[in-house]
C-alpha cells in the first residue's frame, strides 16, 4: 500500500500555461514516466518511460555504430587519485561527487567517487591500450548511469542519479578529433530534430559553459513554452588536456612520440524532459510516434452486447504488429471515454476507435492525439483492409507535424534584439532565444547574468560585416543566443 | 603508453588442459574481452567483450518481453535502513556492500548502499504501486550495474562490480509466483542451451545455498572443463518475505487485505565466462554463432599484386550483410597466416578466405572456427553466388555441434556414485557433477564439504524407490548433484 509521504496525489493536470513546472511534474507522475524513490534525489524510471529511454536508445545506438563506434563498459567507481589529475575537471566536479568510503567492514584507504563522468578513467584505460598510431582512432560509446550530489529532483531535468551516453575518442591529430566533436554533435542534433521531434540550435559554448578540462564544448540547445532554454546534449573537443593528464601517448609514423587528441560527448535522458516540456498539452502527454513505446492503441465499443469490435481490434493489431508497428489493444472493462482520457494523459500518437458499425462496414477510425478535438485533420475513417498503410501515413503525418509546430514556436521566439534595453527587456521577460551579436567576453556575460538571469547558451559565427556587441558596446566576435535556461 | 603495473603482459595462451585459469585470464586478455582496471575488483568490459554482452542482452530480452516482462530503472543508491528491513536478506549482504558516506563536501547522516541487489529499493516501490488485485501482477526487469565487495578479480566470473539483469515481480497468489520463479528458470535454461551453447542443469539450491530471504531458490549448473560447476542464474520464489518486510499490500476481490508474493531472477555477465571456459580450446575462444560479435571474417589474400580478393570480399561482405549476418573484411597490410592466429584468438565462428584463385573459380573457402585443423569438416569451397545460404548452414551446424560436444562432455562427466567411498573419491577427483541420492540435511552437506570441497549444486525429485543417502546413510528425500564449485 503506498506511503503517503513518498506519492504525490495527482488528482488533475493543471493547466500547461498557467505553471508549467506543476503542469510537467503531473504529467510525468499521471502517465506513470517516473515516480519519486525514498532515496533523495533518485527517481524510479517506470516501464512506460523507460520505454521512452529504450526508443532514444535505439535511434542512438544505431547512429553511433552508423559512424563507427563500439560500445564498451567501465567502473562505476574511481579511485580519488585518477579524479586529481586534470585539475580543471576535477574542480568542476568535486562539489558534486558522492564517495564511497567503506566496502563490508572495512574503511578505504582512498576514496572512491561514483562517476560523475567518466573522462579520468577512460584516459586510463586508452594510455593502455594506445602505443601507436596504428592503435587510432579509439570509436568508443557507453551506456551508463552517473551519479551528480544534488539537491533538487525534477524528473529527467534535475536528478542525482541519471542515465545517458557517454562517447569518449581518442585520435592522432587536432583535426580529427574536431571533426568528430561536430559529426557527434551533428548526431544528437538529427536525433532531437527527427526522432524527438524537438528543434535545436547548434553551437559553441561560451568559455564559462565550457565542460571543465575541454578546450571547446558544442551544445544542441532547446527552447521550452515558458522561454527557458534546456541544453540537451554537449559534445567537447578536449584538445590534448586529457591525454596528458592521464598520459595517452603514442609513436607517430614519423617516429615521434606524441600526446592523442580526446573527445567526448554526451546526451543523457533530460532530452527526454525536453521533449515531454516541447509536446505536451493540458490533457498530458504528446509523444512523437519515433519515441512512442506505444504507437497506436485500439478502443474497440462494445453495444449491447455486441463484443465483435474486440475480435476485430485484435485481428487489426495482430496484423499491424506483424507489420513492425507497437500498437496494443485497451479490452479492460471500462467506459471508452474512460480510456480515451487515459490514452491521452500517456500521448500515445494515434487511438484506433471501432465499434459495431466499423464491424459491419469494415471500417476504423483513426484519432491523432497531436490534434485539438474539432480539428477536421483529427479523425479519419479508414478501410480495415488497407489499415497498415493508413496508421504508417498518419504516424509520419503526427511526426512531422508535431516538429513543425515545434519549429514554428523557436522561431517566434528568436527575436534579434539591436540595442541593449531591448535586449534587457527580452531576457527578462523570457521572450526566448535572443539573438545578439555579441563580444564573447566572459565579463559581459556575467553582467547580463547579474541582470537579467540570461546566459548564453551558444554562439555561431557572425553572419554580416564588423558590429558591436548588443549588450556591451565592445566589438563583436559571434552571434549569440541568450536566454533564461533550465 | 601501458603502465605495466596493470596490464598483465599475454605473449601466448598457456595449453588449456594444463591450467584452466592461467588459460581463461590469457584468453580474456588476449582476445580484449576485458583489461584489468585500476580500480580493485573492477575490470573495464572492451568492445569486443560488451558485443558479447550485447547478443547476451538481445536474446534475453525478447525471452523477458515475449513472456509479458517490461524493463524500468531503479535507483543505484539504497538508504542503509531500507536494506536493513528484511533480516535474513541484510545478514546475507552487508558483509558485500559498499557504502557511500559523504555527498560533495556534506557527511551524510543516513549512509547510503551501492546496490548489491534490488530487492530493498523495488520492495518499497511496488509498496507505493499495488493498491488493488487489478495492479497484479508486476511484472519487471531492470538491466543494470550491481556491486559486491569482493577482494578477489577473475574477469566475468568474481568482480566487485559486474552487469547483470535482475526481475523482480509481484502477483496475488503463491501458485502464480511459483510459475512465474520456474517460467524465468527455464528461459536462462533455454538461453544458456540454445544460444550461448551451454548444457546445464536446472534444478533446486539446498537450504544453506538459497538467496538469502527466499523460500525456494532455483539454479541452471553448467560444467566447466575442470570438473567444477559454475552457477550460471538463479530465480528465486520470495513467497511474502520480502511483502512483509517492505509492506507491498493489495485488497484482494475478496475485500480482504493481503500481501502479494514476489520472485526475483538473475542472470549476469558471468554467464560469458561459462561460455568461455566450456568452449575455448588452446587457440583461443570459440564463440557460439548466436553470441559471435562477428560471425565470419574475410581474409582476402593478395598474390604478386593481385589484389582482386580485396573487392571481391568487400562485395560478398556486402551481400551478407544485407542479407543480416555479423561480418568484417580483415584487408589490413599483413600475411593471411597472421589474421588466421588473430581471428583463432577472437573465435569468430566461421572463417572465409579467399584468394586469386578463388576469384577466377567463383568461389571461396570456408572454415570452421569449431573444428580442429585436418578435421574433414574444418574446410569446405563453396560458390559465391550461393555464399549467404552455404554462410546460414555452415553457423547453424557450428552452433548445434558447439552444444552436442559441451553435453556430451557434461553427460560423460556427470557419473552417479553408488556407495559413500565412490562418492567422496569422485567429488575430491573433481570427476565433476556427482549425482547421488541425498537426504538434504545441511549437517550431511557440510560434513561433504569439510571432506571434499564439494557442495550441493542443485536437487531435484527422486526417480525410483525409496533409498539412502549415499553421502551420510539417512533416507534420502531428494537427488542431487554434487561438485565443487566456482
Same mark, same amino acid.
Request: glycine share 6%; with cysteine; aromatic share 8%.
Given at each position: 500500500?503506498?506511503?503517503?509521504?513518498?506519492?504525490?496525489?495527482?488528482?488533475?493536470?493543471?493547466?500547461?500555461?498557467?505553471?508549467?513546472?506543476?503542469?510537467?511534474?503531473?504529467?510525468?507522475?499521471?502517465?506513470?514516466?517516473?515516480?519519486?524513490?525514498?532515496?533523495?534525489?533518485?527517481?524510479?524510471?517506470?516501464?512506460?518511460?523507460?520505454?521512452?529511454?529504450?526508443?532514444?536508445?535505439?535511434?542512438?545506438?544505431?547512429?553511433?555504430?552508423?559512424?563507427?563506434?563500439?560500445?564498451?563498459?567501465?567502473?562505476?567507481?574511481?579511485?580519488?587519485?585518477?579524479?586529481?589529475?586534470?585539475?580543471?575537471?576535477?574542480?568542476?566536479?568535486?562539489?558534486?561527487?558522492?564517495?564511497?568510503?567503506?566496502?563490508?567492514?572495512?574503511?578505504?584507504?582512498?576514496?572512491?567517487?561514483?562517476?560523475?563522468?567518466?573522462?579520468?578513467?577512460?584516459?586510463?584505460?586508452?594510455?593502455?591500450?594506445?602505443?601507436?598510431?596504428?592503435?587510432?582512432?579509439?570509436?568508443?560509446?557507453?551506456?551508463?548511469?552517473?551519479?551528480?550530489?544534488?539537491?533538487?529532483?525534477?524528473?529527467?531535468?534535475?536528478?542525482?542519479?541519471?542515465?545517458?551516453?557517454?562517447?569518449?575518442?581518442?585520435?592522432?591529430?587536432?583535426?580529427?578529433?574536431?571533426?568528430?566533436?561536430?559529426?557527434?554533435?551533428?548526431?544528437?542534433?538529427?536525433?532531437?530534430?527527427?526522432?524527438?521531434?524537438?528543434?535545436?540550435?547548434?553551437?559553441?559554448?561560451?568559455?564559462?559553459?565550457?565542460?571543465?578540462?575541454?578546450?571547446?564544448?558544442?551544445?544542441?540547445?532547446?527552447?521550452?513554452?515558458?522561454?527557458?532554454?534546456?541544453?540537451?546534449?554537449?559534445?567537447?573537443?578536449?584538445?590534448?588536456?586529457?591525454?596528458?593528464?592521464?598520459?595517452?601517448?603514442?609513436?607517430?609514423?614519423?617516429?615521434?612520440?606524441?600526446?592523442?587528441?580526446?573527445?567526448?560527448?554526451?546526451?543523457?535522458?533530460?532530452?527526454?524532459?525536453?521533449?515531454?516540456?516541447?509536446?505536451?498539452?493540458?490533457?498530458? %502527454? !504528446? $509523444?512523437?510516434?519515433?519515441?512512442?513505446?506505444?504507437? @497506436?492503441?485500439? =478502443?474497440?465499443? *462494445? /453495444?449491447?452486447?455486441?463484443?465483435?469490435?474486440?475480435?476485430?481490434?485484435?485481428?487489426?493489431?495482430?496484423?499491424?504488429?506483424?507489420?513492425?508497428?507497437?500498437?496494443?489493444?485497451?479490452?479492460?472493462?471500462?467506459?471508452?471515454?474512460?480510456?480515451?482520457?487515459?490514452?491521452?494523459?500517456?500521448?500515445?500518437? %494515434? !487511438? $484506433?476507435?471501432?465499434?459495431?458499425?466499423?464491424?459491419? @462496414?469494415?471500417? =476504423?477510425?483513426? *484519432? /491523432?492525439?497531436?490534434?485539438?478535438?474539432?480539428?477536421?485533420?483529427?479523425?479519419?475513417?479508414?478501410?480495415?483492409?488497407?489499415?497498415?498503410?493508413?496508421?504508417?501515413?498518419?504516424?509520419?503525418?503526427?511526426?512531422?507535424?508535431?516538429?513543425?509546430?515545434?519549429?514554428?514556436?523557436?522561431?517566434?521566439?528568436?527575436? !534579434?534584439?539591436?540595442?541593449?534595453?531591448?535586449?534587457?527587456?527580452?531576457?527578462?521577460?523570457?521572450?526566448?532565444?535572443?539573438?545578439?551579436?555579441?563580444?564573447?567576453?566572459?565579463?559581459?556575460?556575467?553582467?547580463?547574468?547579474?541582470?537579467?538571469?540570461?546566459?548564453?547558451?551558444?554562439?555561431?559565427?557572425?553572419?554580416?560585416?564588423?558590429?558591436?556587441?548588443?549588450?556591451?558596446?565592445?566589438?563583436?566576435?559571434?552571434?549569440?543566443?541568450?536566454?533564461?535556461?533550465?
Amino acid at each position: 500500500m503506498s506511503d503517503p509521504a513518498l506519492q504525490p496525489v495527482v488528482k488533475e493536470i493543471p493547466p500547461k500555461a498557467a505553471d508549467l513546472s506543476a503542469w510537467y511534474t503531473a504529467v510525468c507522475l499521471k502517465a506513470e514516466l517516473v515516480s519519486y524513490s525514498p532515496v533523495r534525489g533518485c527517481v524510479v524510471l517506470r516501464p512506460y518511460g523507460y520505454g521512452l529511454w529504450e526508443n532514444l536508445q535505439k535511434h542512438l545506438d544505431k547512429a553511433f555504430k552508423d559512424t563507427g563506434h563500439e560500445n564498451a563498459y567501465f567502473p562505476l567507481l574511481i579511485p580519488e587519485g585518477l579524479l586529481l589529475k586534470e585539475a580543471e575537471h576535477v574542480e568542476g566536479f568535486a562539489p558534486e561527487v558522492a564517495w564511497v568510503t567503506h566496502g563490508g567492514q572495512e574503511e578505504l584507504t582512498e576514496r572512491l567517487a561514483i562517476r560523475p563522468t567518466s573522462e579520468a578513467i577512460i584516459g586510463v584505460m586508452y594510455a593502455q591500450w594506445v602505443e601507436s598510431y596504428r592503435d587510432l582512432p579509439i570509436l568508443i560509446n557507453q551506456w551508463a548511469n552517473v551519479l551528480r550530489w544534488e539537491k533538487a529532483t525534477r524528473p529527467f531535468l534535475r536528478t542525482m542519479e541519471f542515465l545517458w551516453q557517454e562517447g569518449h575518442t581518442a585520435h592522432a591529430h587536432a583535426a580529427e578529433a574536431r571533426e568528430e566533436t561536430l559529426k557527434m554533435l551533428d548526431v544528437y542534433r538529427e536525433f532531437a530534430e527527427n526522432v524527438a521531434a524537438v528543434p535545436v540550435y547548434a553551437g559553441i559554448k561560451s568559455a564559462s559553459e565550457r565542460f571543465p578540462g575541454a578546450v571547446e564544448t558544442f551544445s544542441i540547445e532547446a527552447l521550452m513554452p515558458d522561454g527557458k532554454a534546456l541544453q540537451s546534449a554537449t559534445s567537447h573537443d578536449l584538445g590534448q588536456n586529457f591525454a596528458k593528464a592521464y598520459d595517452i601517448k603514442f609513436l607517430d609514423a614519423d617516429q615521434q612520440i606524441k600526446y592523442a587528441y580526446t573527445t567526448s560527448w554526451g546526451m543523457s535522458w533530460r532530452m527526454l524532459g525536453a521533449m515531454i516540456m516541447t509536446h505536451g498539452d493540458d490533457r498530458g %502527454l !504528446r $509523444i512523437p510516434p519515433k519515441m512512442a513505446p506505444l504507437e @497506436a492503441v485500439f =478502443v474497440p465499443i *462494445v /453495444r449491447k452486447g455486441d463484443e465483435r469490435a474486440v475480435a476485430a481490434a485484435h485481428d487489426a493489431a495482430k496484423t499491424l504488429r506483424e507489420a513492425g508497428f507497437r500498437v496494443r489493444v485497451d479490452d479492460r472493462d471500462q467506459q471508452p471515454g474512460w480510456k480515451y482520457a487515459e490514452w491521452d494523459v500517456r500521448g500515445v500518437p %494515434l !487511438r $484506433i476507435e471501432i465499434g459495431p458499425r466499423d464491424v459491419d @462496414a469494415g471500417t =476504423v477510425v483513426l *484519432v /491523432r492525439r497531436d490534434k485539438a478535438k474539432g480539428d477536421p485533420e483529427q479523425k479519419q475513417s479508414v478501410p480495415l483492409d488497407q489499415l497498415a498503410q493508413h496508421v504508417r501515413v498518419s504516424l509520419d503525418a503526427i511526426q512531422l507535424s508535431m516538429y513543425e509546430e515545434a519549429k514554428a514556436f523557436l522561431h517566434e521566439h528568436t527575436p !534579434r534584439a539591436n540595442d541593449r534595453a531591448e535586449f534587457t527587456r527580452l531576457c527578462k521577460e523570457r521572450a526566448g532565444m535572443v539573438d545578439i551579436t555579441w563580444c564573447g567576453r566572459a565579463a559581459c556575460e556575467a553582467h547580463v547574468k547579474a541582470e537579467t538571469g540570461a546566459t548564453t547558451r551558444n554562439t555561431r559565427a557572425l553572419d554580416g560585416d564588423e558590429t558591436s556587441c548588443v549588450a556591451c558596446g565592445e566589438a563583436a566576435t559571434v552571434r549569440a543566443y541568450f536566454a533564461q535556461s533550465y
